[in-house]
């Protein structure tokens, strides 16, 4: 199962490789932040807030661009952790042992958040909390978000 995970993830590399690859060689990493994935998304941000301002006909200015464009990556980051937190929960109900690729995805991107929430708040009887406050800190970031993200 181990080696089909790990095709899996490099062949996901190679569907994005055309556009991260030439980034990667002009900007390099920072300790085990990929910067080349991350100047992507803000740059998809970037144009998205753009064409968004130029539908409207609306005039902004370059620091409303950096909000717009910084906010709603954040937004959308936060996003994608919501809905991975909540397969995660589901997948511990349903399958709590699961040895698909897809669910051990999911435990990659969900478990530093685990483990961050489980240095503070301790488990009750075996019941992980965890998860909970993690949900009611997303809910209330995307909430502070919202208003500036497109």
């Known amino acids: 199962?181990?080696?089909f995970t790990i095709r899996l993830a490099k062949a996901?590399?190679?569907q994005r490789s055309p556009i991260v690859l030439p980034l990667r060689k002009v900007i390099p990493a920072i300790?085990?932040?990929?910067?080349?994935?991350?100047?992507?998304a803000l740059g998809v941000q970037l144009l998205t807030v753009f064409l968004v301002v130029l539908i409207n006909g609306v005039g902004i200015?370059?620091?409303s661009y950096a909000i717009f464009t910084v906010a709603g990556t954040l937004y959308h980051l936060l996003d994608l952790y919501f809905w991975a937190m909540l397969i995660s929960v589901i997948l511990s109900w349903v399958a709590p042992t699961a040895s698909h690729p897809g669910a051990l995805l999911v435990g990659q991107i969900t478990a530093p958040l685990y483990r961050a929430c489980?240095?503070?708040i301790p488990t009750l009887g075996g019941l992980d909390l965890s998860p909970i406050f993690i949900f009611l800190?997303?809910?209330f970031l995307k909430q502070v978000l919202a208003p500036y993200s497109i």
Do not use: C, E, F, N
């Not at 300790?31 to 992507?40: P, Q």
């Open 61 to 63: 200015s370059p620091v």
């Open 118 to 120: 489980q240095r503070v």
């Open 31 to 40: 300790g085990r932040l990929d910067t080349a994935s991350l100047v992507l």
């Open 12 to 14: 996901s590399l190679k």
């Open 137 to 139: 800190a997303i809910s």
């Open 1 to 3: 199962m181990r080696i």
